[in-house]
């Protein structure tokens, strides 16, 4: 089984609708982060979490919302779906090291489509 | 401005070329440096960290300079499976990528 799972893998949705992608782990890292992915843009940040209460935003915040449920998941939330939303969306685990930011473990990304 | 600024290329090489990738990166006082490896849209993998001394690993050294703010990626007699995109990281934050194509 995946350290890192996202759930949807792929999903098709409408202007206006509210989706959720959950991401969950086993890793047992407390820090977790939500990206997302266009053609020639790499990979942009949209939330991060250091841990179960702490959230923070990142490059590409809005029209998005995340939840922290618990120390294995984090839920990254479109609350009015727009087409330019469409894209390749990561989530991310690393251990905690102090000052320094360790190894990024990655799921194996949701494509969220946009009409 | 962007916290990582790299060339997204592509650089197109032959097998044995010697190919060099760079990033820029705007805050000073960061601490962590990647690079990662990203085939045909799956997510990405850890290539190798960047120390403040430089590393090498088989075919492969990173380096870092912290007054030009830079890191760099050298891979030396590439091989067709280096066909990838290669990603540097600065502490949370991704470079744009660059496409590396390795042809016969």
């Known amino acids: 089984d995946a350290d890192v799972t996202q759930t949807p893998r792929n999903r098709i949705t409408k202007t206006g609708k509210r989706i959720m992608l959950e991401c969950s782990q086993t890793?047992?890292?407390?820090?977790m982060y939500w990206y997302r992915q266009d053609p020639g843009l790499g990979l942009r940040l949209i939330y991060y979490?250091?841990?179960?209460?702490?959230?923070n935003k990142g490059e590409i915040s809005d029209g998005y919302s995340v939840s922290r449920q618990a120390q294995a998941k984090f839920s990254l939330s479109l609350e009015s779906a727009i087409p330019n939303q469409t894209a390749l969306y990561f989530c991310?685990?690393?251990?905690?090291?102090?000052?320094?930011?360790?190894?990024?473990?990655f799921g194996e990304g949701s494509r969220l489509t946009v009409l | 401005r962007k916290e990582v600024e790299q060339d997204p290329g592509p650089f197109n090489v032959p097998e044995g070329a010697t190919v060099a990738f760079n990033c820029t990166y705007s805050?000073?006082?960061?601490?962590?440096f990647f690079w990662y490896r990203q085939d045909c849209r799956k997510e990405p993998k850890l290539l190798m960290s960047?120390?403040?001394s430089g590393n090498e690993d088989g075919r492969f050294t990173a380096q870092l300079n912290r007054a030009s703010q830079y890191i760099s990626l050298l891979i030396r007699d590439s091989k067709l499976s280096d066909s990838a995109t290669y990603l540097c990281?600065?502490?949370?934050?991704f470079g744009a990528g660059t496409r590396l194509t390795v042809k016969p």
């Open positions: 991310a685990t690393s251990p905690s090291t102090g000052g320094n930011t360790g190894e990024l473990f």
């Open positions: 890793k047992g890292h407390d820090r």
């Open positions: 979490s250091f841990d179960v209460k702490d959230i």
């Open positions: 805050n000073s006082a960061s601490q962590s």
């Open positions: 960047v120390y403040s």
């Open positions: 990281v600065v502490n949370i934050f």
